[in-house]
């Protein structure tokens, strides 16, 4: 069933108005008429299951048949800084970790990252960024749709690291895998919790010693080296299963 995002205040009584790009989507492209069942979220962990009523030229008009709160979420925040990598494999990771239940993604420029975004340019390619995270936010069945936020320099990005409760930074000079088992044993609901991901390059030795410094747990993802579009993903598959297999046991 297709899913769809509107913002709360589209959301009045028993209907919902949904607008901008979604209309045409709706009208041209899957062609729906009235009587047709969607879901809808508020982007805030509402979900709403929904009858189509009218098809107008600029907003859809669907009626709330039932709303609860959805549970596609999982129980602690992820962040995910990721090294700008090159080419368009940023838009790969930002797709992936989107399925894979990322709160946000921020690009960090790093020392070895190739990728040198002008700044004139970085608004167009967070508005594709951003669409491809919505679209991948409705495809896995997501209550919210993941900011990908602006580029950071990296001391930029450790600064905003200090507000969260635990970052993890998978880095290839990492021996044995205690300090990981250590680490995902700890997380509990409501955490916020940041992986930080090297470019192609990898990290530079400062760049580690900056990060640790700043409290960061350094940890392996085992024997074998990993792309930085691999490294990510593998992070957060270690983390979900955690977060909806582990934490559910305790």
């Keep these: 069933m297709y899913r769809f995002f509107v913002k709360p205040e589209q959301i009045g009584g028993q209907q919902i108005q949904i607008v901008g790009a979604d209309v045409n989507h709706i009208k041209n492209v899957l062609r729906m008429k009235p009587g047709e069942k969607v879901r809808v979220s508020d982007g805030q962990k509402m979900d709403y299951f929904c009858e189509v009523e009218s098809l107008q030229d600029e ?26 990598p090159k080419g368009d494999k940023l838009e790969w990771i930002i797709q992936k970790s989107v399925e894979l239940g990322v709160s946000q993604v921020v690009p960090v420029a790093m020392k070895y990252s190739v990728v040198k975004i002008e700044p004139k340019k970085e608004e167009a390619k967070r508005r594709r960024w951003n669409m491809i995270s919505e679209s991948a936010a409705k495809q896995s069945k997501r209550l919210i749709v993941p900011e ?99 934490i559910n046991q305790n």
């Design 59 to 84: 907003q859809i008009i669907v009626r709330i048949l039932t709303a609860s709160e959805g549970d596609t979420e999982l129980p602690a925040e992820i962040v995910l800084y990721q090294g700008l």
């Design 148 to 246: 990908v936020g602006q580029i950071l320099s990296y001391k930029k990005c450790i600064q905003e690291m200090a507000a969260l409760d635990m970052v993890l930074v998978p880095y290839e000079s990492a021996e044995g895998m205690e300090s990981l088992r250590h680490a995902v044993s700890v997380i509990k609901p409501g955490m916020r919790i940041g992986i930080v991901i090297g470019p192609e390059g990898g990290f530079a030795e400062e760049e580690i010693e900056e990060v640790k410094a700043a409290g960061a747990v350094i940890v392996s993802l085992g024997k074998r080296i990993l792309r930085t579009e691999t490294a990510g993903l593998a992070m957060l598959s270690i983390l979900m299963y955690h977060m909806e297999i582990g």
